[in-house]
Each structure stands twice: as C-alpha cells, then as structure tokens.
C-alpha cells in the first residue's frame, strides 16, 4: 500500500458544495476558508493522505450532515 499526502495552501479562495441525501444543497460564500471540523485541514489548508491502493482518505472520521453544513457556513 502507499500513501499520497497532498499539502494543499489555498488563500482562501475555495468554493464548497455540498448535497445531501435528500438532494438539498449547501454552498460557502463565494469564496471561503477549507472547513475546520471535518477532517480536511482548515483555513487556508487542505491536507488529505489517501491509500494509493483503495483510493480512501485516511484517518478520516465520519461526520453528520448538521456537522459539514456548520462547517460550510463557519468557513
């Protein structure tokens, strides 16, 4: 197995979208921070390390709807 670790500095210029299962979309100010609390970095930083074999983000922990929307609207 291997690990691709992607070190991401983004000037808080991200667009964040996302829809959950009953179709209903959520979307950050046109442009925003990466959101703390869901296991992606925060601020100004996006840090994944993802299994190279199945494709998966590592270590990352599930999170609710009312957590990722939060999220959204924090960053």
């Known amino acids: 197995m291997g690990i691709l ?3 991401s500095k983004s000037s808080d210029l991200n667009t964040i979208e996302y ?3 009953n179709g209903k979309v ?6 925003a921070y990466v959101p703390y ?3 992606i970095g925060g601020g100004d930083y996006v840090e994944l390390d ?3 074999e199945t494709g998966q983000i590592l270590n990352w922990k599930p999170v609710s709807d ?3 929307i939060k999220a ?3 960053a």
């Open 66 to 68: 009312a957590q990722i």
């Open 26 to 31: 959520t979307k950050s100010k046109d442009y």
């Open 19 to 21: 829809k959950d299962k």
């Open 50 to 52: 993802i299994d190279t």
């Open 5 to 7: 670790t992607i070190s």
């Open 72 to 74: 959204i609207k924090e």
């Open 37 to 39: 609390n869901i296991g």
